[in-house]
């Protein structure tokens, strides 16, 4: 049984564990591939050699709505973003999307990155991976506005009306820890109606650890345990749960 964590950050220069060896105990616990998230230019740029280094790992390499303001006006740094976009091992862009919930930035930078992202997606064919917080209905929108776009949205604690507006437009859903110690009883509905073929797992390391590992540094081998979560939260094998988002994982992001 093989899972995959499609979204973890232990790249970051503050994770405070040691890299290979969580990279290490996840491929021992099963956990044979991952993505590592970019969220900057320059940790999207860490993200990116940490991959190229080590077998079994990817990179999407992002730039979060939150640092849209500083830059939405700066080509250089753009431009070397998109250069970035064309390395060995990138296999998607983001997380990109739009957070309305802090407001870092307001709201034409985030939309201006947004769109830049999107662009840049395009050009290179790559799916995206979404950050979407209280910002749908604008985030729909922003999208319409191109075509074929494939990816996921990521951390999803959608309840089911805008899960079906997700599914209607084609893109994945990321389930993550979140789930194994969120008391919303909407949040739990909807991660039981997602189709098997749209779910990917991830964890967010070092971010939102799952029930019962609360109150320790989150890592990629968690993710086992949301799968066994949600396996029977939906009344699946865990094989199951398994066999489908690995491939889901594979075909999205175009994985070998
Ligand atoms: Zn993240």
Known sequence: MQLIDTHCHIHFPDYELDAEEVLGSAQAAGIGKLLCVGCTLPDSKLGVAFAQKHEGVWASIGIHPHEAARYVDDDEKLQSFRNLAGSPKVVAIGESGLDYHYMHSNKPEQEALLRFQLTVAQEQDLPLIFHVREAFDDFFAILSD???????????????????????????????????????????????????????????????????????????????????????????????????????????????
């Open 146 to 256: 191109f075509e074929g776009v494939r990816g996921v949205v990521h951390s999803s604690t959608a309840n089911t009306a805008t899960l079906d507006k997700i599914l209607n437009r084609g893109l994945y859903i990321g389930l993550n820890g979140i789930m194994t110690f969120t008391k919303d009883a909407e949040q739990l509905q909807a991660a039981r109606a997602v189709p098997l073929d749209r779910l990917l797992l991830e964890t967010d390391a070092p971010f939102l650890t799952p029930t019962p590992y609360r109150g320790r540094i989150c890592e990629p081998k968690h993710v086992l345990v949301t799968a066994e979560f949600l396996a029977n939260l939906r009344g699946e094998s865990l094989e199951d749960i398994a066999t489908a988002t690995t491939s889901n994982a594979k075909k999205l992001f175009n994985l070998s």
